[in-house]
């Protein structure tokens, strides 16, 4: 059951063949046996997870189930949980229980989802290894002594060690596809404004965008279909009608034509990772896609301008959290300033205040010109470059990542090293694409390494429909780590 797919296990809970509750115990006695290794979720819901499945089962039989009800689910802790601690991996919100649930959520909980609980990640969602976390690195679920990438690790490690069949997980510059690519499973982040905010502890609001792990891209597509849609309560979010994601996964890949950036095949990727991806793109051409080489000039300054931007953004999103409306509150302070500063002292780790440094001196009178303004100009010239290339092919590909995953605590005492890693996601969130990664095979110690599909504007039915397409004819997705 472990290894079934979103559909079938909605066919055998609506046949059924298994009742939601069974279902579920499943998902939280593999949970229970895994986490103390992996350490995936932060927090586990027994008893709300078994009240939702009872009320799933209740509701499959009263004949008006969908898709999803019934099927265990795990949140990333950046999306507030009525009731259930959200903590965004920080001291800062450890003991921090939300009022209300985001959009997301809610939208999850309406469609009958089972929510088992809520995983690691990167600390305000700062990272791409997962280790800067408050509650311990999560560990990647092929080789433990490995990083499971970031921010968003603990949902990627979640569905790839199958403790839960579906994970949603946000991406500001690489965090969904990020550790997809680094466990073996399929994430996708849609255009920015398709995932409403509300409720989503902001990091760097312009960039932030909600996104799904799945198994395959067929088991994305069903669950992004429920997480998307307008919601007046976002600004940023998208007023378009509600799209079936699932529309055209069987469509054939014969005539799509396939966009490789001469930049994405320069130097910088490994060979490991090289000889797969190179194997996936001759596997298109195969099932009959064509391919034509196109460049994004300014992507190689995307790292700098997102550096710059998200920084800026965070610096600000985070003054919420002073120790009175929100968090941690230290003990001990003589005066107003000084109670702000050992909360947020103590509150924050040290990633998160070298962002609200950088941020803070970016906005700086003087240096907003130089710094910020300069980094919204690149912004726009990044995202130039995407439209030109997609004059010429329908979606570009490339690696994911440059590497597969590392050595926990190889990286993490050299910010740059680590910043690096996104090279080839950031600059899809700094002009609002949508982007997927999907397993395409191995590399060094046989660790998997992801395919990063890009598309234009809304166009994640396709993406969805190229990776669908992929899978049908390949078998890396089905692969799953030996644990347990
Ligand atoms: N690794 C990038 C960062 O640290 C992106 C993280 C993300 O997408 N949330 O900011």
Request: hydrophobic share 40%.
């Amino acid at each position: 059951m472990i290894q079934s797919s979103l559909t079938e296990l909605a066919a055998a809970l609506q046949g059924k063949l298994v009742s939601s509750v069974e279902l579920t115990r499943a998902c939280l006695s593999r949970i229970d046996t895994l986490n103390p290794t992996l350490n995936a979720f932060i927090t586990v819901d027994h008893e709300g997870a078994l009240a939702a499945a009872r009320a799933a089962d209740e509701r499959i039989a009263a004949g008006n189930a969908g898709p999803l009800t019934g099927i265990p689910l795990a949140h990333k802790d950046v999306f507030c949980t009525e009731g259930l601690r959200t903590s965004c991996a920080s001291k800062m919100l450890d003991n921090f229980v939300s009022p209300y649930d985001a959009h997301v959520v809610s939208q999850l909980k309406a469609a009958g989802a089972v929510l088992v609980g809520k995983t690691n990640m990167d600390e305000f969602a700062m990272g791409s290894s997962n280790e800067n976390t408050y509650y311990g690195p999560t560990r990647n679920a092929w080789q433990q002594d490995r990083v499971a990438g970031g921010s968003s690790g603990g949902s990627a490690v979640a569905v790839a060690a199958r403790m839960v069949p579906m994970a949603t997980g946000t991406d500001t510059g690489g965090s969904v596809r990020q550790p997809a690519a680094m466990n073996g499973v399929t994430g996708i982040k849609p255009t920015y404004g398709v995932v409403s905010r509300y409720g989503m502890i902001a990091y760097a609001s312009s960039l932030d965008q909600g996104g799904a792990f799945g198994r395959s891209a067929q088991d994305c597509a069903l669950l992004l279909s429920a997480m998307a849609g307008f919601d007046p309560r976002d600004s940023t979010s998208i007023d378009r009608p509600a799209e079936d994601y699932t529309r055209d996964l069987d469509k054939p890949l014969a005539g799509l034509r396939i966009g490789l950036p001469t930049e994405f095949f320069a130097d910088g990727m490994d060979a490991d990772v090289r000889l797969a991806i190179d194997a996936a793109i001759a596997k298109y051409r195969e099932l009959g896609a064509t391919t034509v080489e196109v460049s994004l000039p300014n992507a190689k300054l995307a790292i700098p301008a997102y550096y710059v931007i998200a920084p800026a953004e965070a610096s600000s999103n985070l003054s919420r959290f002073d120790g009175v409306r929100y968090g941690h509150r230290a003990e001990g302070y003589d005066s107003l300033e000084s109670m702000y500063e050992k909360s947020r002292a103590e509150g924050f780790g040290a990633e998160v205040k070298r962002r609200i440094l950088v941020g803070t001196y970016v906005l700086s009178h003087g240096y907003y010109d130089a710094y910020y303004l300069k980094a919204q100009k690149l912004r726009r010239l990044i995202a130039q470059d995407f439209q030109k290339a997609f004059e010429q092919c329908d979606v570009i590909a490339g690696p994911t990542s440059p590497t597969v995953a590392w050595a926990i605590g190889e990286k993490s005492d050299d910010p740059v090293q680590m910043y690096l890693q996104d090279i080839y996601t950031i600059a899809v969130n700094l002009a609002g694409l949508p982007g997927l990664s999907l397993p395409c095979g191995t590399g060094a110690n046989d660790l998997p390494v992801g395919l990063q599909l890009i598309g234009n504007y809304f166009d994640e039915a396709r993406l969805l429909q190229t990776a669908h397409g992929f899978q049908q004819a390949t078998d890396w997705h089905l692969r799953s780590p030996e644990l347990g």
